[in-house]
């Protein structure tokens, strides 16, 4: 069993940045991929970004391409969303998911455990 709690979420002017933590418990954090998804008032979850179970590789949704930057550190059982540039459109609850021994997939079914998301609201 894993759980994942996000934090980092706020309000925000449109230019500017937030970083999402994840801290998921569990002593094989290492063996998860780890995905942050967004969903917006009326829309359907979205995939933002992912990075692989052994961290070799990374997975962005088009539109924040340039923009966002995941990351983890393996030792402190966190996965960081970095994002720069925000935008109004990136306004949604974002939430970190974790697949075992995933690979940096897009897909919300393919992942095991979820967080209870945080807000994020960004200001024109």
């Known amino acids: 069993q894993v759980q994942l709690v996000e934090s980092g979420g706020g309000l925000v002017q449109a230019g500017g940045s937030l970083r999402l933590s994840c801290a998921a418990s569990g002593r094989t954090f290492s063996s998860y991929a780890k995905g942050w998804f967004r969903q917006a008032p009326g829309k359907e979850r979205e995939f933002v970004a992912a990075?692989?179970?052994?961290?070799?590789?990374?997975n962005y949704a088009d539109s924040v391409k340039g923009r966002f930057t995941i990351s983890r550190d393996n030792a402190k059982n966190t996965v960081y969303l970095q994002m720069n540039s925000l935008k109004p459109e990136d306004t949604a609850v974002y939430y970190c998911?974790?697949?075992?021994?995933?690979?940096?997939?897009?897909?919300?079914?393919?992942?095991?455990?979820w967080g209870q998301g945080t807000q994020v609201t960004v200001s024109s």
């Open positions: 998911a974790a697949q075992l021994f995933g690979e940096a997939g897009a897909s919300p079914a393919s992942y095991d455990y």
């Open positions: 990075v692989s179970w052994s961290g070799g590789s990374t």
